[in-house]
C-alpha cells in the first residue's frame, strides 16, 4: 500500500524477441526507472540463456522477467518457419504472461501497465483480461508505421501500380523507397502479415509509442496523430550519448553475440575520421558475392576499415578474400561489437550501414554520415529519409541483379568521407545530434512525451 500511496507505479515490458527490438524497450524502461516507475523487462526463456548482459548492475532498477514462446531450448531456430514460430508463440506465450501477470499481482508491486512491442498484438489482449493499461510500442520509425497504416487501411494499394506513391507527411517515394514487405508482400508473407497485423487492435491501445523524436519526424508524426494518437519518446539510446540523466546508461548492455573487445583498442590507434565503420546488423546474410564487392570497395578506398561479420556468416567470406583483408593492413574483421562505442570513436569518418532503425538513429546521435545499403524490411525507407530528408548520407546504387558493384561502393564512400558533400552530411549529422540531445533533456518533447505516459499511469 504505501508503494501505491507514493504514486510509484508498475510497467511490464514485452519486447519482440530479437536485438533490435529488445534494446530500444530497455532504454526506454531504464528512462522511466530514472523518473520514479518501477519496470520488469520480460524477454523469453531462450533469449535469457542467449543474453551476454556484461553486468547485471547496468541495468539499474530495472528487473528481469521471462515468458516461455514454445521453443525454449531453441527460439525462433527450432521453429519449422515463421508463420509456425509467430503462432506458438502467441499460444504459448498468453499463457506464459497470463501466469506471470498474476504472479506479479499477487506480490507487493501489482502490475498497472503492459507496455508491449507492436508486433506482439496478443499481449494487449491479454493485458485486458486483467484490466490493465495497454501500450503499444514501435520500435521503427514513424514514417514506417504510417506507411503500414496505410496499406492496412486500404488507403495504399498492393502491389503498387502507380507512382511516386504520396502519403501525407512523407516525401514522394518510388517502389524502392518502400518497406520490403510493401514493395513485394510475396516476400515473406509471414512478416507482412506480422507487420500489417500491429494494426488490427490498435485501436484498444490506451497509448500508442513510437522511438523517434518529434523534431526528426514532424511532419510525419503531425499526419499520423491525426488517424492514430502517439507519443514520440525516442531516441531510445543509453543517456550517456545524451543528456546524460540516467546514471551508468552508457551502452546497450544485452547482446545476443558475443562482443570481440579488440576493436576499441585498434580504433584509438587510428587517426580522426579515418575509418569506414561497416556492419548490417544482426540478421542480415549476404552472399559471397556481396561480400566480395564490399571487401574490393572498401580495400580501394584506401581508408582503414573496421568490418563487423557475426561468427554464423564468416563463411561467405572467401578466405583469399580475408587474407587479402589481413594483407592490407588497414582493415580489421570482428565478431560484434559495442556499437555506440565504436560509432562516438573519434577514428570513426563515416558508417557504412543496411539502415536498420537501430543504427540509423545512433548514427544521427552521434553525428555520424552515413552510406546506405538498405536490404529488406524498414530499411528502404530509412535510407530514403537519411539521403532526402535528413542529408546526413548516400544510398549506394544496386544493380538490377541485387549486387553492389565495388566501384559504386568505394565512390559512395569517398562522397562522404572527401568530398565537399561529405562535409555538408557531417555538418547535418552534427545538427540532428543537438536536436536529439535536446528531445530527451528536461522540457523536450520527448522528456515531455514520457511525463504525460507517466501522469497516464497515475491516473489509472
Known amino acids: 500500500m504505501e508503494e501505491r500511496e507514493s504514486g510509484c507505479r508498475h510497467v511490464l515490458m514485452i519486447p519482440y524477441p530479437s536485438q533490435g527490438h529488445i534494446n530500444p524497450m530497455l532504454q526506454f524502461s531504464k528512462r522511466l526507472s530514472s523518473k520514479g516507475v518501477r519496470v520488469t523487462m520480460v524477454t523469453t526463456t531462450f533469449i535469457s540463456k542467449s543474453m551476454h548482459l556484461q553486468s547485471s548492475s547496468l541495468l539499474g532498477p530495472v ?4 515468458i516461455s514462446d514454445g521453443y525454449d531450448q531453441g527460439g525462433f531456430a527450432q521453429a519449422d518457419s515463421i508463420s509456425t514460430y509467430l503462432s506458438r ?3 504459448v506465450g498468453s499463457n506464459s504472461l497470463r501466469e506471470l501477470i498474476q504472479k506479479h499481482n499477487s506480490s507487493d508491486h501489482p502490475i498497472d501497465c503492459v507496455v508491449y512491442d507492436s508486433f506482439l498484438v496478443w499481449v494487449l489482449d491479454v493485458a485486458k483480461e486483467f484490466g490493465l493499461l495497454g501500450a503499444s510500442f514501435f520500435t521503427q520509425m514513424c514514417a514506417v508505421n504510417y506507411i503500414y497504416y496505410y496499406v492496412y487501411h486500404g488507403l495504399l494499394k498492393v502491389p503498387i501500380s502507380s507512382l511516386p506513391i504520396s502519403i501525407p507527411g512523407l516525401p514522394l517515394l518510388d517502389l524502392n523507397d518502400t518497406p520490403a514487405f510493401v514493395y513485394d508482400p510475396g516476400f515473406y508473407p509471414a512478416y507482412f502479415h506480422l507487420v500489417m497485423n500491429q494494426f488490427s487492435n490498435i485501436h484498444k491501445a490506451d497509448i500508442v509509442l513510437v522511438n523517434s523524436f518529434y523534431h526528426l519526424e514532424d511532419q510525419v508524426v503531425d499526419s499520423m496523430s491525426k488517424v492514430c494518437p502517439l507519443l514520440t519518446i525516442g531516441p531510445t539510446v543509453p543517456s550517456f550519448h545524451l543528456d546524460k540523466a540516467v546514471p551508468n546508461d552508457t551502452d546497450n548492455v544485452l547482446n545476443l553475440f558475443q562482443l570481440d573487445s579488440s576493436a576499441i583498442s585498434w580504433l584509438q590507434e587510428k587517426p580522426a575520421g579515418s575509418v569506414i565503420y561497416v556492419s548490417f546488423g544482426s540478421m542480415v546474410c549476404l552472399s559471397s558475392q556481396e561480400m566480395e564487392e564490399i571487401a574490393w570497395g572498401l580495400m580501394g578506398t584506401g581508408f582503414n576499415f573496421l568490418w563487423v561479420i557475426p561468427d554464423l556468416q564468416k563463411k561467405n567470406l572467401p578466405k ?6 589481413d594483407a592490407c593492413g588497414r582493415g580489421l574483421i570482428v565478431n560484434w561489437i559495442t556499437q555506440l562505442e565504436v560509432l562516438s570513436n573519434k577514428g570513426v569518418g563515416c558508417f557504412f550501414t543496411h539502415c536498420g532503425w537501430n543504427s540509423t538513429i545512433e548514427a544521427l546521435c552521434l553525428g555520424v554520415p552515413m ?11 530509412n535510407a530514403k529519409f537519411v539521403e532526402d530528408v535528413w542529408k546526413v548520407g548516400i544510398r549506394v546504387r544496386v544493380k538490377e541483379n541485387g549486387i553492389v558493384t565495388r566501384e559504386e561502393i568505394e565512390n559512395s564512400i569517398r562522397v562522404v568521407m572527401e568530398k565537399d558533400l561529405g562535409r555538408e552530411m557531417r555538418i547535418n549529422a552534427k545538427k540532428w545530434k543537438k536536436l536529439a540531445i535536446e528531445a530527451v533533456s528536461q522540457g523536450g518533447t520527448t522528456d515531455n512525451n514520457i511525463n504525460e505516459f507517466i501522469n497516464n499511469l497515475k491516473r489509472s
Open 371 to 381: 552510406v546506405a545499403l538498405p536490404q529488406w524490411t524498414d530499411q528502404p525507407t
Open 320 to 325: 583469399e578474400l580475408g587474407k587479402e583483408i
Open 63 to 66: 528487473q528481469l522477467d521471462f
Open 89 to 91: 508463440m502467441q499460444e
